[in-house]
């Protein structure tokens, strides 16, 4: 077969409660540094570790398309909306390993996640199917290797340091704040069309944009 090299695949889980610009910028950078050839937004249904969303799943799976449409590298699984039970990490890559059994998996996850790996569900089998590729919390604040015994493998992320948080846009939202530039042109107006996260007053006040 010569030289062939399998595809490098970047999957990246969470609950998008909105998607926003630093989701993107973590995957745009996981995408350049580790030549992936495409990267997966997996929307969790329910998480096990985390509170419910605010948004419904179909709701999430609409902004995370709305996001990264015209991104030809980028793609969105359902995966785990399709699920009855909760969004486990495990099962969601093993699916992976069948769908694109040649691929090598990259996991792309922030680093409170990843230090906290041992709490995941069947976490040594994990770690042995992927390579972790970590979003540092602060430049301070070296990524340190998951507590047990497993042979987890992973890379830092060199990625711009961005303060967005999805809890911080349903705030702005429910308080009729402008979030304009802290999600993508096309979830901002999805935002002020549904308002998944209510909203007090009419946000036309943001000047037609």
Same mark, same amino acid.
């Given at each position: 077969?010569?030289?062939?090299?399998?595809?490098?695949?970047?999957?990246?889980?969470?609950?998008?409660?909105?998607?926003? !610009?630093?989701?993107?910028?973590?995957?745009?950078?996981?995408?350049?540094?580790? %030549?992936?050839?495409? &990267?997966?937004?997996?929307?969790?249904?329910?998480?096990?570790? =985390? =509170?419910?969303?605010?948004?419904?799943?179909?709701?999430?799976?609409?902004?995370?398309?709305?996001?990264?449409?015209?991104?030809? /590298?980028?793609?969105?699984? %359902?995966?785990?909306? =399709?699920?009855?039970?909760?969004?486990? !990490?495990?099962? !969601?890559?093993?699916?992976?390993?069948?769908? /694109?059994?040649?691929?090598?998996?990259?996991?792309?996850?922030?680093? %409170?996640?990843?230090?906290?790996?041992?709490? @995941?569900?069947?976490?040594?089998?994990?770690?042995?199917? &992927?390579?972790?590729?970590?979003?540092p919390r602060s430049p301070d604040r070296p990524v340190r290797r998951p507590a047990g015994d497993a042979p987890v493998r992973f890379d830092v992320l060199a990625s711009p340091r961005v303060e967005i948080s999805? !809890?911080?846009?349903?705030? @702005?939202?429910r308080g009729s704040k402008c979030v304009r530039y802290l999600v993508p042109d096309k979830v901002f107006a999805y935002l002020k069309r549904k308002k998944p996260y209510g909203s007090g007053k009419d946000t036309?006040? %943001? /000047?037609? /944009?």
């Open positions: 077969m010569g030289n062939y090299e399998p595809r490098k695949i970047g999957i990246f889980g969470g609950s998008f409660d909105p998607v926003h !610009t630093g989701h993107l910028i973590v995957a745009e950078q996981a995408r350049v540094q580790f %030549d992936l050839a495409r &990267v997966y937004f997996v929307p969790a249904k329910a998480s096990p570790l =985390k =509170k419910a969303c605010r948004a419904n799943a179909r709701q999430r799976l609409t902004m995370l398309q709305l996001a990264t449409r015209g991104n030809a /590298h980028f793609a969105v699984s %359902d995966l785990e909306i =399709k699920r009855t039970s909760p969004s486990y !990490t495990y099962e !969601t890559v093993s699916t992976f390993t069948v769908r /694109h059994p040649a691929a090598v998996l990259y996991l792309i996850t922030g680093q %409170d996640a990843f230090e906290d790996l041992p709490a @995941w569900h069947r976490y040594q089998e994990l770690a042995r199917l &992927v390579r972790f590729l970590v979003a999805s !809890t911080q846009i349903r705030e @702005w939202c036309r006040r %943001d /000047h037609g /944009h």
